[in-house]
């Protein structure tokens, strides 16, 4: 009685030894190696995207930001010239600009940080 028994514990555990030597099989067939993903943007040269990106935020930034301070500067200079401005005004204007600018640029630094930057 006891062969009897045995026998089909002895066939089911080969039959299970036999799968699990299949699936080890398997598994080792399997390449390791990490998949040939090619990221957008990290070649040598910067895309189109980046270079759009390059100028409309950093070089335009700085632009607009010395137009308006040399067109500033020109009218300044063309009133003290004629004398509309006397010499405490000039002081007034320099100090109210300047901590105005300071002022914008603490103000846009959490949504526009590289144009605050530039003021």
Do not use: C
């Not at 066939?11 to 390791?32: A, D, H, R």
């Not at 004629?82 to 959490?110: E, H, P």
């Amino acid at each position: 009685m006891e062969s009897i028994i045995k026998k089909p514990s002895e066939e089911k555990e080969q039959k299970q030894w036999t799968e699990v030597q299949t699936g080890l099989s398997k598994l080792q067939n399997i390449s390791l190696n990490k998949p040939n993903i090619k990221v957008p943007g990290t070649g040598l040269f910067p895309t189109t995207n980046e270079i759009e990106l390059l100028i409309g935020q950093n070089w335009l930034a700085r632009i607009g930001s010395l137009a308006i301070i040399f067109g500033i500067g020109f009218f300044i200079k063309a009133a003290i010239d004629s004398n509309w401005i006397s010499n405490f005004l000039i002081i007034l204007i320099g100090a109210i600009f300047g901590f105005g600018f300071v002022l914008i640029g603490y103000l846009l630094n959490t949504k526009l940080s590289f144009y605050s930057r530039t003021l």
